[in-house]
Protein backbone atom coordinates (compact mmCIF):
# COMPACT_ATOMS: atom_id res chain seq x y z
CA UNK A 1 0.00 0.00 0.00
CA UNK A 2 2.79 2.55 1.08
CA UNK A 3 5.05 1.48 -0.60
CA UNK A 4 3.06 1.55 -3.90
CA UNK A 5 2.77 5.03 -3.06
CA UNK A 6 6.27 5.91 -2.67
CA UNK A 7 7.54 4.10 -5.54
CA UNK A 8 8.35 6.91 -8.23
CA UNK A 9 10.00 8.74 -5.51
CA UNK A 10 12.36 6.08 -4.29
CA UNK A 11 12.62 5.48 -8.18
CA UNK A 12 13.91 9.12 -8.33
CA UNK A 13 16.01 10.38 -5.05
CA UNK A 14 16.38 7.14 -3.18
CA UNK A 15 19.80 6.82 -3.25
CA UNK A 16 20.95 10.72 -2.97
CA UNK A 17 18.41 10.12 -0.12
CA UNK A 18 20.13 7.42 1.52
CA UNK A 19 23.70 9.06 1.55
CA UNK A 20 21.90 12.37 2.42
CA UNK A 21 21.74 11.04 5.93
CA UNK A 22 25.39 10.24 6.63
CA UNK A 23 26.26 13.96 6.57
CA UNK A 24 23.57 15.74 8.50
CA UNK A 25 24.38 16.90 11.65
CA UNK A 26 23.00 15.09 14.44
CA UNK A 27 21.48 17.94 16.69
CA UNK A 28 20.23 21.47 16.54
CA UNK A 29 22.92 22.96 18.78
CA UNK A 30 25.43 21.42 15.92
CA UNK A 31 23.74 23.52 13.30
CA UNK A 32 23.72 26.83 15.40
CA UNK A 33 24.04 30.35 13.03
CA UNK A 34 27.57 31.35 13.06
CA UNK A 35 30.49 32.67 11.08
CA UNK A 36 29.55 31.88 6.85
CA UNK A 37 31.97 29.88 5.21
CA UNK A 38 33.81 31.49 2.83
CA UNK A 39 32.16 30.12 -0.66
CA UNK A 40 30.80 31.25 -3.65
CA UNK A 41 27.36 31.67 -4.51
CA UNK A 42 25.53 33.87 -6.65
CA UNK A 43 23.13 33.79 -9.82
CA UNK A 44 24.19 34.67 -13.47
CA UNK A 45 24.46 38.15 -12.64
CA UNK A 46 27.10 37.64 -10.20
CA UNK A 47 28.49 36.88 -6.98
CA UNK A 48 26.84 38.01 -3.82
CA UNK A 49 27.94 39.09 -0.50
CA UNK A 50 24.75 38.34 1.23
CA UNK A 51 25.57 36.53 4.29
CA UNK A 52 21.89 34.87 4.24
CA UNK A 53 20.45 33.98 7.78
CA UNK A 54 18.63 30.54 9.66
CA UNK A 55 15.77 30.68 11.39
CA UNK A 56 14.22 28.80 14.36
CA UNK A 57 12.27 25.51 13.64
CA UNK A 58 14.02 24.59 9.93
CA UNK A 59 15.38 21.48 10.77
CA UNK A 60 16.07 20.24 7.21
CA UNK A 61 19.61 19.85 7.50
CA UNK A 62 19.44 18.36 10.71
CA UNK A 63 19.75 14.37 11.25
CA UNK A 64 17.40 14.15 14.37
CA UNK A 65 18.11 11.31 17.17
CA UNK A 66 16.44 8.22 18.21
CA UNK A 67 15.51 7.97 21.65
CA UNK A 68 13.64 4.34 21.56
CA UNK A 69 13.27 2.45 18.62
CA UNK A 70 9.78 2.36 18.05
CA UNK A 71 9.26 6.20 18.49
CA UNK A 72 10.20 8.87 16.15
CA UNK A 73 13.06 10.31 16.37
CA UNK A 74 13.46 13.76 18.21
CA UNK A 75 15.50 17.12 17.45
CA UNK A 76 17.14 17.33 20.64
CA UNK A 77 17.82 20.82 22.35
CA UNK A 78 19.73 20.29 25.53
CA UNK A 79 19.53 23.60 27.54
CA UNK A 80 15.74 24.39 26.36
CA UNK A 81 14.90 20.81 28.23
CA UNK A 82 17.01 21.75 30.75
CA UNK A 83 15.40 25.20 31.23
CA UNK A 84 12.11 23.40 30.87
CA UNK A 85 12.99 20.98 33.73
CA UNK A 86 13.84 23.36 36.05
CA UNK A 87 10.38 25.58 35.55
CA UNK A 88 8.62 22.06 36.07
CA UNK A 89 10.71 21.53 39.12
CA UNK A 90 9.70 24.82 41.05
CA UNK A 91 5.82 24.91 39.88
CA UNK A 92 5.88 21.35 41.91
CA UNK A 93 7.27 22.00 44.71
CA UNK A 94 5.43 25.24 44.54
CA UNK A 95 1.92 23.32 44.62
CA UNK A 96 3.07 20.32 45.78
CA UNK A 97 1.44 17.78 42.60
CA UNK A 98 2.04 17.86 38.82
CA UNK A 99 0.02 20.13 36.83
CA UNK A 100 -3.55 19.85 35.82
CA UNK A 101 -4.03 19.53 32.31
CA UNK A 102 -7.18 20.77 30.46
CA UNK A 103 -7.64 19.46 26.47
CA UNK A 104 -10.38 21.75 24.80
CA UNK A 105 -11.47 20.22 21.52
CA UNK A 106 -13.94 21.60 19.16
CA UNK A 107 -15.28 20.18 16.08
CA UNK A 108 -14.87 21.31 12.41
CA UNK A 109 -13.24 24.42 13.39
CA UNK A 110 -11.46 26.32 10.77
CA UNK A 111 -7.62 27.18 10.95
CA UNK A 112 -9.09 31.00 10.39
CA UNK A 113 -12.21 31.22 12.55
CA UNK A 114 -10.41 32.65 15.56
CA UNK A 115 -9.94 35.97 16.05
CA UNK A 116 -5.93 35.60 17.09
CA UNK A 117 -5.52 33.86 13.71
CA UNK A 118 -7.06 36.60 12.08
CA UNK A 119 -10.73 35.55 12.02
CA UNK A 120 -13.00 36.78 14.76
CA UNK A 121 -14.85 39.86 14.14
CA UNK A 122 -13.21 40.07 10.79
CA UNK A 123 -15.52 36.72 9.63
CA UNK A 124 -18.67 37.81 11.74
CA UNK A 125 -18.18 35.77 14.65
CA UNK A 126 -16.42 37.31 17.69
CA UNK A 127 -13.87 35.04 20.29
CA UNK A 128 -12.65 37.31 23.02
CA UNK A 129 -12.02 34.43 25.64
CA UNK A 130 -9.84 32.39 23.04
CA UNK A 131 -7.83 35.41 21.54
CA UNK A 132 -7.25 37.03 25.18
CA UNK A 133 -5.52 33.46 26.47
CA UNK A 134 -4.31 32.65 23.16
CA UNK A 135 -2.46 35.81 22.83
CA UNK A 136 -1.28 34.97 26.61
CA UNK A 137 0.27 31.95 25.35
CA UNK A 138 1.60 29.92 22.65
CA UNK A 139 -0.34 30.45 19.16
CA UNK A 140 0.95 26.78 17.38
CA UNK A 141 0.53 28.12 13.59
CA UNK A 142 1.79 24.89 12.72
CA UNK A 143 -0.66 22.41 14.59
CA UNK A 144 -2.10 19.31 12.48
CA UNK A 145 -5.08 16.96 13.40
CA UNK A 146 -5.56 14.32 10.74
CA UNK A 147 -8.31 15.04 8.36
CA UNK A 148 -11.28 14.03 9.88
CA UNK A 149 -13.09 13.58 14.09
CA UNK A 150 -12.22 9.96 15.12
CA UNK A 151 -8.75 9.31 13.64
CA UNK A 152 -7.35 12.89 15.65
CA UNK A 153 -9.51 11.71 18.89
CA UNK A 154 -7.85 8.18 18.51
CA UNK A 155 -4.53 9.89 17.75
CA UNK A 156 -4.57 12.07 20.93
CA UNK A 157 -5.60 9.38 23.06
CA UNK A 158 -3.01 6.80 21.68
CA UNK A 159 0.10 9.24 20.45
CA UNK A 160 -0.34 7.21 16.84
CA UNK A 161 -1.45 8.45 13.58
CA UNK A 162 -4.48 6.51 12.10
CA UNK A 163 -2.19 3.96 9.68
CA UNK A 164 -0.78 2.70 13.67
CA UNK A 165 -4.37 3.39 15.94
CA UNK A 166 -6.48 1.98 13.00
CA UNK A 167 -9.38 4.33 13.00
CA UNK A 168 -9.17 5.79 9.82
CA UNK A 169 -12.55 7.05 9.48
CA UNK A 170 -15.16 7.83 11.79
CA UNK A 171 -17.61 5.09 12.83
CA UNK A 172 -21.22 6.16 12.06
CA UNK A 173 -25.14 4.47 13.47
CA UNK A 174 -23.60 2.56 16.20
CA UNK A 175 -20.40 0.72 13.88
CA UNK A 176 -18.03 -1.71 14.90
CA UNK A 177 -14.71 -0.62 16.20
CA UNK A 178 -12.73 1.65 18.26
CA UNK A 179 -9.96 2.24 20.79
CA UNK A 180 -10.88 -1.03 22.46
CA UNK A 181 -7.69 -2.66 23.32
CA UNK A 182 -5.39 0.08 23.35
CA UNK A 183 -2.86 1.93 25.84
CA UNK A 184 -4.77 5.39 26.16
CA UNK A 185 -3.31 8.52 27.58
CA UNK A 186 -5.95 8.75 30.46
CA UNK A 187 -5.00 5.43 31.19
CA UNK A 188 -1.81 6.34 31.71
CA UNK A 189 -2.03 9.54 33.78
CA UNK A 190 -4.46 7.15 36.28
CA UNK A 191 -0.89 5.47 36.96
CA UNK A 192 0.49 8.33 37.30
CA UNK A 193 -1.59 9.44 39.92
CA UNK A 194 -4.27 11.62 37.79
CA UNK A 195 -7.88 11.82 38.12
CA UNK A 196 -9.01 11.62 34.67
CA UNK A 197 -12.36 12.86 33.30
CA UNK A 198 -14.15 13.07 29.94
CA UNK A 199 -16.94 15.69 28.86
CA UNK A 200 -18.57 16.02 25.38
CA UNK A 201 -17.95 13.85 22.37
CA UNK A 202 -16.94 10.50 22.58
CA UNK A 203 -16.75 9.29 19.23
CA UNK A 204 -14.71 6.44 19.77
CA UNK A 205 -16.71 3.50 20.13
CA UNK A 206 -19.77 2.63 21.51
CA UNK A 207 -18.54 -1.68 22.12
CA UNK A 208 -17.67 -2.38 25.83
CA UNK A 209 -14.04 -1.87 25.44
CA UNK A 210 -14.08 0.96 23.73
CA UNK A 211 -16.06 2.68 26.33
CA UNK A 212 -14.80 6.07 28.09
CA UNK A 213 -14.83 4.82 31.65
CA UNK A 214 -12.94 1.08 29.96
CA UNK A 215 -10.20 3.14 28.41
CA UNK A 216 -8.96 5.57 31.29
CA UNK A 217 -11.80 7.98 32.32
CA UNK A 218 -13.09 7.40 36.00
CA UNK A 219 -15.92 9.42 34.54
CA UNK A 220 -17.43 10.65 31.15
CA UNK A 221 -20.52 12.95 30.54
CA UNK A 222 -21.31 13.65 26.83
CA UNK A 223 -22.37 11.71 24.16
CA UNK A 224 -20.80 8.23 22.15
CA UNK A 225 -21.32 9.22 18.51
CA UNK A 226 -21.89 12.68 16.37
CA UNK A 227 -23.65 15.27 16.07
CA UNK A 228 -25.70 14.91 13.29
CA UNK A 229 -26.18 11.49 13.87
CA UNK A 230 -29.16 12.06 16.38
CA UNK A 231 -30.30 15.05 14.33
CA UNK A 232 -30.27 14.64 10.80
CA UNK A 233 -33.04 12.00 10.55
CA UNK A 234 -35.17 13.56 12.41
CA UNK A 235 -35.16 16.99 10.42
CA UNK A 236 -37.94 17.07 7.54
CA UNK A 237 -36.08 20.19 5.88
CA UNK A 238 -32.47 18.35 5.90
CA UNK A 239 -33.55 14.43 5.49
CA UNK A 240 -37.36 14.51 4.56
CA UNK A 241 -37.26 11.11 3.02
CA UNK A 242 -36.63 10.08 6.51
CA UNK A 243 -38.17 11.98 8.49
CA UNK A 244 -41.36 12.08 6.14
CA UNK A 245 -41.25 8.25 5.99
CA UNK A 246 -42.70 6.77 9.54
CA UNK A 247 -41.38 3.40 8.31
CA UNK A 248 -37.82 4.67 7.53
CA UNK A 249 -38.09 6.61 10.63
CA UNK A 250 -38.72 3.73 13.01
CA UNK A 251 -36.04 2.04 11.08
CA UNK A 252 -33.56 4.88 12.31
CA UNK A 253 -35.38 4.41 16.03
CA UNK A 254 -34.01 0.89 16.48
CA UNK A 255 -30.90 1.04 14.67
CA UNK A 256 -28.28 -0.06 17.34
CA UNK A 257 -26.69 3.01 18.51
CA UNK A 258 -26.38 4.81 21.74
CA UNK A 259 -30.00 7.77 21.31
CA UNK A 260 -28.97 9.96 24.57
CA UNK A 261 -26.36 12.05 26.82
CA UNK A 262 -24.64 9.10 28.88
CA UNK A 263 -23.11 8.65 32.02
CA UNK A 264 -20.18 6.80 32.15
CA UNK A 265 -18.47 5.93 35.52
CA UNK A 266 -15.47 3.51 36.12
CA UNK A 267 -16.50 0.21 37.25
CA UNK A 268 -19.46 0.19 36.46
CA UNK A 269 -20.66 -1.58 33.16
CA UNK A 270 -23.44 -0.53 32.19
CA UNK A 271 -24.13 3.28 30.70
CA UNK A 272 -26.70 5.58 32.09
CA UNK A 273 -28.83 6.97 29.83
CA UNK A 274 -29.41 10.67 30.76
CA UNK A 275 -31.80 12.11 28.40
CA UNK A 276 -32.33 11.51 25.06
CA UNK A 277 -30.91 13.74 22.33
CA UNK A 278 -33.04 15.34 19.39
CA UNK A 279 -34.16 18.41 18.06
CA UNK A 280 -35.11 19.76 21.05
CA UNK A 281 -32.46 18.78 23.40
CA UNK A 282 -29.61 19.07 20.99
CA UNK A 283 -28.94 23.19 21.78
CA UNK A 284 -28.84 22.32 24.92
CA UNK A 285 -25.64 19.82 24.87
CA UNK A 286 -22.54 22.52 25.44
CA UNK A 287 -24.48 24.36 28.00
CA UNK A 288 -25.14 21.38 30.02
CA UNK A 289 -21.77 19.69 29.36
CA UNK A 290 -20.02 23.14 30.56
CA UNK A 291 -21.97 23.05 33.76
CA UNK A 292 -20.60 19.70 34.39
CA UNK A 293 -16.84 20.43 33.58
CA UNK A 294 -17.42 23.79 35.75
CA UNK A 295 -18.53 21.58 38.70
CA UNK A 296 -15.70 18.98 37.90
CA UNK A 297 -12.90 21.84 38.18
CA UNK A 298 -14.40 23.11 41.51
CA UNK A 299 -14.46 19.85 42.96
CA UNK A 300 -11.05 18.88 42.27
CA UNK A 301 -10.10 22.03 43.64
CA UNK A 302 -8.73 20.82 47.59
CA UNK A 303 -7.87 17.53 46.03
CA UNK A 304 -3.83 16.39 46.44
CA UNK A 305 -4.17 14.79 43.32
CA UNK A 306 -3.47 16.41 39.65
CA UNK A 307 -6.37 16.15 36.65
CA UNK A 308 -6.82 15.84 33.61
CA UNK A 309 -9.84 17.23 32.00
CA UNK A 310 -10.73 16.28 28.18
CA UNK A 311 -13.95 19.02 27.02
CA UNK A 312 -14.99 18.02 23.46
CA UNK A 313 -17.40 20.14 22.51
CA UNK A 314 -20.24 19.79 20.12
CA UNK A 315 -20.12 23.00 18.39
CA UNK A 316 -19.50 23.57 15.41
CA UNK A 317 -20.38 20.50 14.09
CA UNK A 318 -23.43 20.57 11.44
CA UNK A 319 -25.91 20.59 12.47
CA UNK A 320 -25.91 23.15 14.77
CA UNK A 321 -28.95 24.30 16.44
CA UNK A 322 -27.97 27.42 18.42
CA UNK A 323 -28.89 27.50 22.01
CA UNK A 324 -31.52 30.08 22.51
CA UNK A 325 -29.09 32.77 24.37
CA UNK A 326 -26.89 32.15 21.11
CA UNK A 327 -29.15 32.34 18.42
CA UNK A 328 -28.52 35.32 16.17
CA UNK A 329 -25.44 36.76 18.70
CA UNK A 330 -22.71 36.72 16.13
CA UNK A 331 -22.65 39.24 13.55
CA UNK A 332 -22.52 36.99 10.94
CA UNK A 333 -25.83 35.20 12.25
CA UNK A 334 -24.94 31.98 10.83
CA UNK A 335 -25.77 28.98 12.83
CA UNK A 336 -21.76 27.78 12.65
CA UNK A 337 -21.06 31.55 13.69
CA UNK A 338 -23.32 31.41 16.58
CA UNK A 339 -21.62 28.01 17.93
CA UNK A 340 -18.61 29.78 17.75
CA UNK A 341 -19.74 32.65 19.73
CA UNK A 342 -20.98 30.06 22.00
CA UNK A 343 -18.00 27.97 21.97
CA UNK A 344 -15.72 30.91 23.25
CA UNK A 345 -18.38 31.84 25.75
CA UNK A 346 -18.03 28.31 27.12
CA UNK A 347 -13.91 28.38 27.18
CA UNK A 348 -13.99 31.51 29.03
CA UNK A 349 -16.34 29.78 31.94
CA UNK A 350 -14.58 26.97 32.51
CA UNK A 351 -10.91 29.39 32.35
CA UNK A 352 -12.86 31.71 35.02
CA UNK A 353 -13.75 28.53 37.25
CA UNK A 354 -9.61 28.01 37.39
CA UNK A 355 -9.56 31.59 38.18
CA UNK A 356 -11.94 31.01 41.11
CA UNK A 357 -10.68 27.99 42.47
CA UNK A 358 -6.98 29.24 42.49
CA UNK A 359 -5.99 26.41 40.11
CA UNK A 360 -5.27 28.55 36.63
CA UNK A 361 -1.37 28.92 37.79
CA UNK A 362 -1.14 25.16 37.67
CA UNK A 363 -3.16 24.09 34.51
CA UNK A 364 -1.81 24.10 31.31
CA UNK A 365 -4.57 24.57 29.08
CA UNK A 366 -4.14 23.41 25.67
CA UNK A 367 -7.23 24.77 22.94
CA UNK A 368 -7.34 22.72 19.17
CA UNK A 369 -9.55 21.28 16.86
CA UNK A 370 -10.65 18.18 15.43
CA UNK A 371 -9.85 18.87 11.90
CA UNK A 372 -10.44 21.95 9.36
CA UNK A 373 -13.59 23.07 8.38
CA UNK A 374 -15.67 20.80 6.70
CA UNK A 375 -16.75 22.32 3.18
CA UNK A 376 -19.99 20.08 1.68
CA UNK A 377 -22.65 21.45 4.66
CA UNK A 378 -22.67 25.20 4.39
CA UNK A 379 -22.58 27.33 6.47
CA UNK A 380 -18.84 26.09 7.76
CA UNK A 381 -15.64 27.31 9.02
CA UNK A 382 -13.00 29.02 6.95
CA UNK A 383 -8.67 28.48 6.03
CA UNK A 384 -6.83 30.67 4.25
CA UNK A 385 -5.25 26.98 2.96
CA UNK A 386 -6.20 24.29 0.36
CA UNK A 387 -8.59 21.76 1.04
CA UNK A 388 -11.20 20.85 3.89
CA UNK A 389 -12.10 18.30 6.43
CA UNK A 390 -11.30 14.96 4.47
CA UNK A 391 -8.07 15.25 2.91
CA UNK A 392 -4.66 15.73 3.98
CA UNK A 393 -4.24 19.12 2.04
CA UNK A 394 -3.14 21.58 4.55
CA UNK A 395 -6.85 22.99 4.80
CA UNK A 396 -8.05 19.54 6.30
CA UNK A 397 -5.52 19.10 8.65
CA UNK A 398 -4.08 22.36 9.65
CA UNK A 399 -6.13 23.69 12.89
CA UNK A 400 -6.07 26.71 15.25
CA UNK A 401 -3.97 25.72 18.42
CA UNK A 402 -3.07 27.88 21.59
CA UNK A 403 -1.45 26.55 24.62
CA UNK A 404 -1.70 28.59 28.13
CA UNK A 405 -0.37 28.10 31.12
CA UNK A 406 -0.39 31.37 33.55
CA UNK A 407 3.18 32.42 34.64
CA UNK A 408 4.93 29.03 32.62
CA UNK A 409 4.20 29.74 29.06
CA UNK A 410 5.55 32.91 27.54
CA UNK A 411 3.41 34.39 25.08
CA UNK A 412 4.50 34.35 21.30
CA UNK A 413 3.87 33.08 17.93
CA UNK A 414 5.90 30.06 16.23
CA UNK A 415 5.67 28.13 13.37
CA UNK A 416 7.54 25.10 14.93
CA UNK A 417 5.55 21.68 14.01
CA UNK A 418 3.44 20.27 16.53
CA UNK A 419 1.06 17.19 15.72
CA UNK A 420 -1.59 16.10 18.19
CA UNK A 421 -0.13 12.96 18.41
CA UNK A 422 2.00 15.01 20.55
CA UNK A 423 -0.21 15.11 23.19
CA UNK A 424 0.21 12.08 24.09
CA UNK A 425 3.68 12.09 24.79
CA UNK A 426 3.52 15.60 26.61
CA UNK A 427 1.11 15.24 28.64
CA UNK A 428 2.82 12.13 29.89
CA UNK A 429 6.16 14.31 30.27
CA UNK A 430 4.24 16.31 32.16
CA UNK A 431 2.96 14.21 34.70
CA UNK A 432 6.04 12.30 35.13
CA UNK A 433 7.56 10.48 32.58
CA UNK A 434 9.18 12.24 30.15
CA UNK A 435 11.16 11.08 26.67
CA UNK A 436 11.74 7.45 25.93
CA UNK A 437 9.96 6.80 29.20
CA UNK A 438 6.56 6.86 28.00
CA UNK A 439 7.41 2.87 26.30
CA UNK A 440 7.34 2.11 29.53
CA UNK A 441 3.84 1.76 29.72
CA UNK A 442 3.15 0.47 26.16
CA UNK A 443 3.83 -2.94 24.68
CA UNK A 444 7.23 -3.42 22.32
CA UNK A 445 5.64 -3.78 19.20
CA UNK A 446 3.22 -0.04 19.33
CA UNK A 447 5.14 2.61 17.53
CA UNK A 448 4.85 6.13 19.27
CA UNK A 449 3.91 8.63 16.20
CA UNK A 450 3.84 11.45 19.22
CA UNK A 451 7.02 13.37 20.42
CA UNK A 452 7.56 14.93 23.95
CA UNK A 453 7.46 18.37 23.21
CA UNK A 454 7.38 19.70 27.12
CA UNK A 455 10.53 21.56 26.34
CA UNK A 456 8.91 23.44 23.32
CA UNK A 457 5.84 24.42 25.19
CA UNK A 458 7.39 25.58 29.01
CA UNK A 459 10.77 26.96 28.15
CA UNK A 460 11.21 30.47 27.29
CA UNK A 461 11.41 30.75 23.52
CA UNK A 462 11.37 26.90 23.21
CA UNK A 463 11.66 25.49 19.97
CA UNK A 464 10.34 22.59 18.45
CA UNK A 465 11.55 18.78 18.89
CA UNK A 466 9.93 17.56 15.95
CA UNK A 467 11.70 17.42 12.66
CA UNK A 468 8.98 16.05 10.77
CA UNK A 469 5.54 16.11 9.99
CA UNK A 470 3.60 12.80 8.45
CA UNK A 471 0.32 12.90 6.72
CA UNK A 472 -2.46 10.23 6.33
CA UNK A 473 -5.38 10.23 4.38
CA UNK A 474 -8.00 7.23 4.59
CA UNK A 475 -5.33 4.09 4.80
CA UNK A 476 -2.29 6.30 2.51
CA UNK A 477 0.69 7.51 3.86
CA UNK A 478 -0.41 10.71 2.14
CA UNK A 479 2.35 13.57 2.82
CA UNK A 480 5.87 14.32 4.20
CA UNK A 481 6.36 18.07 5.75
CA UNK A 482 10.49 19.03 6.43
CA UNK A 483 10.47 23.05 7.30
CA UNK A 484 8.11 25.06 4.94
CA UNK A 485 8.44 22.05 2.17
CA UNK A 486 5.67 19.35 1.71
CA UNK A 487 6.25 16.32 -0.58
CA UNK A 488 2.69 14.90 -2.13
CA UNK A 489 2.63 10.92 -2.43
CA UNK A 490 -1.38 10.66 -1.98
CA UNK A 491 -4.29 13.36 -2.51
CA UNK A 492 -7.08 14.63 -2.91
CA UNK A 493 -8.44 15.78 -6.31
CA UNK A 494 -11.69 17.69 -5.28
CA UNK A 495 -13.46 17.61 -8.64
CA UNK A 496 -12.52 14.60 -9.72
CA UNK A 497 -16.09 12.69 -9.21
CA UNK A 498 -18.41 15.15 -8.99
CA UNK A 499 -18.73 17.98 -11.63
CA UNK A 500 -21.08 20.29 -10.04
CA UNK A 501 -22.21 20.63 -6.08
CA UNK A 502 -19.85 20.70 -3.43
CA UNK A 503 -16.33 19.20 -4.17
CA UNK A 504 -14.62 19.21 -0.81
CA UNK A 505 -13.71 17.25 1.80
CA UNK A 506 -15.55 13.60 1.72
CA UNK A 507 -17.15 14.53 -1.81
CA UNK A 508 -13.39 14.28 -3.55
CA UNK A 509 -11.32 11.32 -5.11
CA UNK A 510 -8.67 9.94 -4.17
CA UNK A 511 -5.34 9.24 -6.29
CA UNK A 512 -3.36 7.01 -4.64
CA UNK A 513 0.10 7.42 -6.31
CA UNK A 514 0.97 11.00 -7.56
CA UNK A 515 3.71 9.12 -9.69
CA UNK A 516 6.33 11.96 -10.12
CA UNK A 517 8.42 14.49 -7.89
CA UNK A 518 5.27 16.72 -6.44
CA UNK A 519 6.59 19.26 -3.23
CA UNK A 520 4.99 22.42 -2.38
CA UNK A 521 5.87 25.48 -0.61
CA UNK A 522 4.41 26.02 2.28
CA UNK A 523 5.04 29.59 2.70
CA UNK A 524 5.03 30.72 -0.83
CA UNK A 525 1.85 28.79 -1.77
CA UNK A 526 -0.14 28.03 1.06
CA UNK A 527 -3.08 26.88 -1.51
CA UNK A 528 -0.47 23.74 -2.58
CA UNK A 529 -2.03 24.80 -6.54
CA UNK A 530 2.48 25.17 -7.44
CA UNK A 531 4.93 21.92 -7.98
CA UNK A 532 8.52 23.31 -6.86
CA UNK A 533 9.54 20.06 -6.93
CA UNK A 534 11.58 20.23 -10.38
CA UNK A 535 12.93 23.28 -9.98
CA UNK A 536 14.24 22.85 -6.06
CA UNK A 537 15.39 19.27 -6.46
CA UNK A 538 17.50 20.01 -3.40
CA UNK A 539 15.04 20.11 -1.13
CA UNK A 540 13.53 16.95 -2.68
CA UNK A 541 15.93 14.64 -1.60
CA UNK A 542 15.73 15.00 2.39
CA UNK A 543 11.96 14.88 1.77
CA UNK A 544 12.67 11.72 -0.20
CA UNK A 545 14.50 10.86 2.82
CA UNK A 546 12.21 11.24 4.87
CA UNK A 547 9.36 9.35 3.61
CA UNK A 548 11.79 6.70 2.80
CA UNK A 549 12.36 6.60 6.40
CA UNK A 550 9.06 6.50 7.61
CA UNK A 551 8.26 3.62 4.76
CA UNK A 552 10.91 1.54 6.87
CA UNK A 553 8.56 2.25 10.02
CA UNK A 554 5.75 1.24 8.52
CA UNK A 555 7.41 -2.25 7.54
CA UNK A 556 8.06 -2.94 10.94
CA UNK A 557 5.15 -1.67 12.76
CA UNK A 558 2.26 -2.29 9.89
CA UNK A 559 -0.30 -0.20 9.69
CA UNK A 560 -4.14 -2.21 11.18
CA UNK A 561 -7.43 -1.38 10.24
CA UNK A 562 -10.05 -0.99 12.82
CA UNK A 563 -12.64 1.06 11.02
CA UNK A 564 -11.59 1.42 7.67
CA UNK A 565 -12.38 1.55 4.12
CA UNK A 566 -12.52 -0.76 0.71
CA UNK A 567 -9.59 -1.75 -0.40
CA UNK A 568 -7.30 -0.21 -2.47
Same mark, same amino acid.
Given at each position: ?20 L????A??E ?7 P??T ?27 A ?20 A????R???K??I ?5 D?M ?11 E ?18 L ?6 P ?5 R ?10 H????? #????G ?22 Q ?13 ? #? ?8 Y??L????M ?21 M ?23 Y ?12 D ?5 E ?11 P?FL ?20 ? @??R ?20 L??T ?24 R ?19 F ?7 ? #? ?14 T ?9 A ?10 Y?D????A ?11 R ?11 S???L ?22 G ?5 L ?5 V ?5 Y?? @? ?8 R ?9 A ?9 K????Q ?8
Amino acid at each position: MAKRILAGWVAVIGAIAAALLLVLPAAAEKAAPGKAPEITRGAVTGQTQAKGYDHPNQYMHVRPVAIAENMEPVIQHPEQDKSAKEKLAALEKRFGKKPNILIFITDDMGWLDPGFNGGGEAVGNPTPNLDRLAHGGLILTSAYSTPSCTPTRATIHTGQNPLHHGLLR #PPMYGEPGGLDGAVTLPAILQKLGYVTQGVGKWHMGENEGSL #PQNVGYDDFYGFLGVSDMYTEWRDIYFNPEVALSPSRFQMMEKLGFSHHNVHCIKGKKEVENVYEINLSTIGNLDQDWCGYSEKFIHKMAKSRKPWFLYHATRACHFDNYPNNEFAGKS @PARTVYSDAMVETDAIFGRLVKALEETGQLDNTLIFFTSDNGPEGEVPPHGRSPFRGFKGSSWEGGVRVPTFVYWKGMIK #PRRCDGLFDLADLFNTCISLAGSSGAGVTNFLPKNRYVDGIDQASFLVADNGQSNRRSRIYTLNQFFSAVRLDEFKGLMAVELEKAIFPRGFQAGFSGGVLTQTGGVLMVNLYTD @PQEDVNSGIRHIPMMVPLGAEAARYQEVLKKYPPQVKVGFGSN
